[in-house]
C-alpha cells in the first residue's frame, strides 16, 4: 500500500504560520552541534582465541575516541557455535577488546550482540554515557534458509543526545563467484532488520530510517577478472586505483545495486585476506586464494569526516588482517530551555488547528484482488491515499473486533503506522507459507480523530509441493499444478543434489531465483531434472521439510524421541511405529545422508554438520525448543547417520 498525500495551496496557506514555528524549533535542535570521534574497528578471527594484544588495532588513534564499535567475525567455527549459538569465545575476545582499548580514557561498556560469530561491541567514554538512550540490538540470519546464523547481521541502534544512530556488522556469502549472493545477503539484512521504538504506538525502525547508518564487517566481495599472480604484482607496486577498480563492491556500488547512499573512504592499504595465519604471507594452501578487500567500513548520513582508514598488519591470529576506520561526526545537541519553550508554544497552536478541523482522506482503491501466488514469493500492490481534508493525518491500521493482529499472517502493511505526508509508501505485501488455504482479510485502515477506512484483499495461491503434507503427497500422479485445487494428492518432491561430492551443501544457501525455478520445476513438472546448483537444490530440500505441516516424524512422537534419544535400538523401534509413508520418507533420507558421509574427503560433511541440521527438521517440536532439547533431538537422530546391516534391509527395502 504506496501512500503519497498531497496538501492542497489552501491547507499550505493555512499552516503557513505554524510552519514558521517548526522551523524555529528545527533551527533550535540543529543548530547547536557537536563532533564526536567514532572509532569502528572490523575483524574476521577465523575461529581462533586471541592470542596477542589488541592495542595496536584498537588504540591506534593518537587520542582515545568518544565510541568504540568493533566488529568480530567467525569467532567461532565449532558445529556447536553454527547449531546451538554458544561459545565460549565470547567472553575471551571480550576481555581482549577491554584491555586493547585506548588507555588514556575511561569507556564503559554499553551494549553486546552476538549471531553465532559475528558479533558487535559498543563503548564509550564514561562522560558521554548519559547522554545515550534508546539502545536496540537485533539479529538477521542469512544463511541456508535464511535463518542459519553462518552468515548474515548483527546490529546496535542508539540515540546520541538527539541523533539516530544504527551501526551494523554483517558477513555476506563467501567466494567470488558468489557475489549476486552477497547482493541478496545486502537487501535481506535492510528489509528485515527492524527495531522496536520506546513508544510502541510507533513503527519499527528500519536501519535506513537513522540519521547515521554505520556498516561495517567481512562483506566478502572480492577481486574479480585478474589472475592471482597479476594481483600480487599490483599490491607490490602499491598499485592500489587499478586493483580497486576490480574490485566487486566498488562495482556493484557503480551500478547502484547494493550501498545506495553509502560511502566509504580511499583504500590506501593491501587486501586483507587471505594470509597464512600466524604471518604476513599470502595464501599458500592447495586454493591459493586471491587476495582481496573483504574487510570494509562503511557510513551514510551528513557532517561526517573520516580521519583514517587501515588495516593493522602487525596482528597475525587470523588469516585476514583487522581494519579501522576513525570517523568525525556531527551530533545533533538539543538546547532543552528554548527547546521546551518553542514546543509549548507550538502545542497551543495546534491544539487551536485541531478544534477546527478533521482529518479526511480518499483512497484511490478499496479492493485488491492477488492472483496465482506462489510458495515464497513476494506480491505488492499500491494504493493512493489523498489527504483531501484540512490537516494531516496521523493512520494506524487497527485489528478487528477479537483479532489479535490488524491482519492475517500471509500479509503486513509497511508502515502499519505513521503520518500521511507527501511521498511517503506504503505497501500491502502478501508472504505465503503454505498453499492450502485461500487468501481473504480486511484492512482497517484508522485516523486519528477521524473515520476508519476498509480495505479488502483477497487472491488465490498455485498449488504447491511446498507445505503439503506427506500423506497427501504420496497420492499424487501428476504435477501438482495440472490438479484441481480440491483432488490434490501431492507427492513427495524428488530432491537431491547433482553430486555427493559437491562442498558445503546444506550450509552454503542457494540463490533466490535459482530456488524459485526448482520450485516451479517440482510443481508442474516440466523438467526432467531439477535446475540450479547444488547449493540451492540443496536448500530447496531443507525448505521443503521445514514447510511440512506435519514434520516427518509426527509432532505426536516427539515426546517419546526425547525420552529414548540415548537408546539406539529404542530410537529404530519408534521409527518403525511411524505412518508408512512417514517411514518411507525417514529411511530414503537418511540412506540419502548416509551415501554423503561416505565421500565426507571431498564433500567436508560429517555427522555433527548433518545431524543437527536434519533433526530440527524431521523431529519438529510442536512448541519453542530450549537448548537441552536440541540436544536431545540432535542425539536421537545420530543413530541414523551411521548405516548397520539391519538398516540396508530397511533403506533398500521396495516402499509399501
Same mark, same amino acid.
Given at each position: 500500500l504506496n501512500v503519497t498525500v498531497t496538501h492542497c495551496v489552501s491547507v499550505c496557506e493555512m499552516f503557513l504560520n505554524l510552519n514558521w514555528q517548526l522551523l524555529s524549533l528545527a533551527c533550535v535542535v540543529t543548530s547547536c552541534e557537536s563532533l564526536n570521534s567514532f572509532f569502528l574497528g572490523t575483524y574476521n578471527v577465523n575461529g581462533q582465541n586471541p592470542k596477542e594484544s589488541l592495542s595496536p588495532w584498537l588504540a591506534s588513534t593518537t587520542t582515545p575516541p568518544d565510541f568504540y564499535l568493533v566488529a568480530f567475525q567467525e569467532l567461532d567455527l565449532s558445529k556447536e557455535a553454527f547449531l546451538f549459538n554458544d561459545t565460549p569465545k565470547e567472553p575471551e575476545w571480550m576481555l581482549a577488546v577491554y584491555k586493547g582499548l585506548h588507555p588514556d580514557a575511561k569507556y564503559a561498556f554499553v551494549k553486546l550482540v552476538r549471531l553465532v560469530g559475528i558479533m558487535l561491541l559498543f563503548y564509550v567514554k564514561v562522560e558521554h554515557a548519559a547522554h545515550i538512550s534508546e539502545v536496540e540490538v537485533e539479529s538477521v540470519g542469512t544463511g541456508v534458509m535464511g535463518r542459519l546464523g553462518n552468515k548474515g547481521a548483527v546490529a546496535i541502534r542508539f540515540q546520541f543526545h538527539n541523533?539516530?544512530?544504527?551501526? @551494523?556488522?554483517?558477513?555476506?556469502?563467501?567466494?567470488?563467484?558468489? #557475489?549476486?549472493?552477497?547482493?541478496?545477503?545486502?537487501?535481506?539484512?535492510?528489509?528485515?532488520?527492524?527495531?522496536?521504538?520506546?513508544?510502541?504506538?510507533?513503527?519499527?525502525?528500519?536501519?535506513?530510517?537513522?540519521?547515521?547508518?554505520?556498516?561495517?564487517?567481512?562483506?566478502?566481495?572480492?577481486?574479480?577478472?585478474? !589472475?592471482?599472480?597479476?594481483?600480487?604484482?599490483?599490491?607490490?607496486?602499491?598499485?592500489?586505483?587499478?586493483?580497486?577498480?576490480?574490485?566487486?563492491?566498488?562495482? %556493484?556500488?557503480?551500478? &547502484?545495486?547494493?550501498?545506495?547512499?553509502?560511502?566509504?573512504?580511499?583504500?590506501? *592499504?593491501?587486501?586483507?585476506?587471505?594470509?597464512?595465519?600466524?604471518?604476513?604471507?599470502?595464501?599458500?594452501?592447495?586454493?591459493?586464494?586471491?587476495?582481496?578487500?573483504?574487510?570494509?567500513?562503511?557510513?551514510?548520513?551528513?557532517?561526517?569526516?573520516?580521519?583514517?582508514?587501515?588495516?593493522?598488519?602487525?596482528?597475525?591470529?587470523?588469516?585476514?588482517? =583487522?581494519?579501522?576506520?576513525?570517523?568525525?561526526?556531527?551530533?545533533?545537541?538539543?538546547? !532543552? &530551555?528554548?527547546?521546551?519553550?518553542?514546543?509549548?508554544?507550538?502545542?497551543?497552536?495546534?491544539?487551536?488547528?485541531?478544534?477546527?478541523?478533521? =482529518?479526511?482522506?480518499?483512497?484511490?482503491?478499496?479492493?485488491? %484482488?492477488? %492472483?496465482?501466488?506462489?510458495?515464497?514469493?513476494?506480491?505488492?500492490?499500491?494504493?493512493?491515499?489523498?489527504?483531501?481534508?484540512? @490537516?494531516?493525518?496521523?493512520?494506524?491500521?487497527?485489528?478487528?473486533?477479537? !483479532?489479535?493482529? /490488524?491482519?492475517?499472517?500471509?500479509?503486513?502493511?509497511?508502515?502499519?503506522?505513521g503520518f500521511l505526508d507527501p511521498g511517503e509508501a506504503h505497501y500491502v505485501s502478501p508472504e505465503l507459507n503454505s498453499g492450502q488455504q485461500q487468501l481473504e482479510d480486511i484492512l482497517v485502515l484508522h485516523l486519528d480523530r477521524g473515520k476508519d477506512y476498509f480495505i479488502f484483499v483477497t487472491g488465490n495461491y498455485l498449488p504447491s509441493c511446498f507445505g503439503s503434507s506427506l500423506s497427501t503427497l504420496c497420492l499424487l500422479k501428476e504435477p501438482i499444478q495440472d490438479m484441481p485445487l480440491e483432488t490434490i494428492r501431492d507427492t513427495m518432491p524428488g530432491v537431491h543434489p547433482r553430486t555427493v561430492k559437491a562442498e558445503e551443501l546444506f550450509q552454503q544457501p542457494g540463490l533466490r531465483s535459482e530456488f524459485e525455478e526448482i520450485r516451479d520445476c517440482l510443481d508442474t513438472g516440466s523438467l526432467d531434472s531439477l535446475p540450479g546448483s547444488n547449493h540451492s537444490v540443496s536448500e530447496a530440500l531443507l525448505l521443503f521439510l521445514d514447510a511440512l505441516p506435519e514434520p516427518v516424524i509426527p509432532f505426536s512422537f516427539y515426546p517419546q524421541c526425547l525420552e529414548c534419544c540415548s537408546d539406539s535400538s529404542q530410537c529404530r523401534q519408534i521409527i518403525s511405529m511411524l505412518p508408512q509413508?512417514?517411514?518411507?520418507? *525417514? $529411511? /530414503?533420507?537418511?540412506? #540419502?545422508?548416509? &551415501?554423503?558421509?561416505?565421500?565426507?574427503?571431498? $564433500?567436508?560433511?560429517?555427522?555433527?554438520?548433518?545431524?543437527?541440521?536434519?533433526?530440527?527438521?524431521?523431529?519438529?517440536?510442536?512448541?519453542?525448543?530450549?537448548?537441552?532439547?536440541?540436544?536431545? @533431538?540432535? !542425539? #536421537?537422530?545420530q543413530h541414523f547417520l551411521v548405516q548397520t546391516p539391519s538398516d540396508r534391509d530397511i533403506h533398500y527395502k521396495s516402499p509399501e
Open positions: 541523533s539516530d544512530i544504527c551501526v @551494523v556488522n554483517s558477513h555476506l556469502a563467501a567466494h567470488t563467484e558468489e #557475489f549476486e549472493r552477497r547482493n541478496q545477503d545486502f537487501k535481506d539484512i535492510c528489509r528485515r532488520m527492524q527495531f522496536s521504538q520506546d513508544d510502541l504506538t510507533l513503527p519499527p525502525l528500519t536501519i535506513m530510517k537513522h540519521n547515521v547508518v554505520l556498516w561495517l564487517g567481512d562483506l566478502n566481495y572480492r577481486i574479480s577478472d585478474l !589472475e592471482v599472480d597479476h594481483v600480487k604484482d599490483l599490491i607490490a607496486k602499491k598499485d592500489f586505483e587499478t586493483l580497486y577498480n576490480h574490485d566487486q563492491l566498488k562495482r %556493484q556500488m557503480d551500478e &547502484e545495486v547494493v550501498f545506495v547512499g553509502f560511502t566509504e573512504g580511499e583504500i590506501d *592499504f593491501q587486501p586483507t585476506y587471505k594470509y597464512d595465519t600466524g604471518s604476513d604471507q599470502w595464501d599458500t594452501s592447495e586454493k591459493c586464494r586471491v587476495p582481496a578487500w573483504c574487510d570494509r567500513i562503511l557510513w551514510k548520513g551528513k557532517n561526517i569526516k573520516q580521519l583514517h582508514y587501515q588495516s593493522h598488519m602487525t596482528l597475525k591470529t587470523s588469516d585476514h588482517k =583487522p581494519v579501522s576506520s576513525l570517523l568525525e561526526i556531527g551530533i545533533k545537541v538539543v538546547n !532543552e &530551555e528554548s527547546y521546551k519553550r518553542t514546543f509549548e508554544e507550538i502545542v497551543r497552536d495546534i491544539d487551536r488547528l485541531e478544534n477546527d478541523c478533521i =482529518p479526511s482522506v480518499t483512497l484511490s482503491q478499496r479492493e485488491f %484482488q492477488f %492472483q496465482d501466488v506462489k510458495f515464497m514469493q513476494h506480491q505488492a500492490k499500491t494504493v493512493t491515499v489523498y489527504n483531501d481534508g484540512q @490537516v494531516p493525518c496521523q493512520f494506524e491500521f487497527i485489528p478487528k473486533l477479537d !483479532e489479535p493482529s /490488524y491482519c492475517k499472517p500471509w500479509l503486513t502493511a509497511n508502515p502499519a503506522k509413508c512417514h517411514k518411507n520418507v *525417514f $529411511n /530414503y533420507l537418511t540412506a #540419502f545422508l548416509q &551415501e554423503l558421509l561416505k565421500f565426507s574427503a571431498h $564433500n567436508r560433511l560429517d555427522v555433527n554438520i548433518l545431524a543437527p541440521i536434519f533433526a530440527g527438521l524431521l523431529l519438529r517440536s510442536p512448541t519453542k525448543q530450549d537448548s537441552t532439547e536440541k540436544r536431545k @533431538v540432535k !542425539e #536421537f537422530f
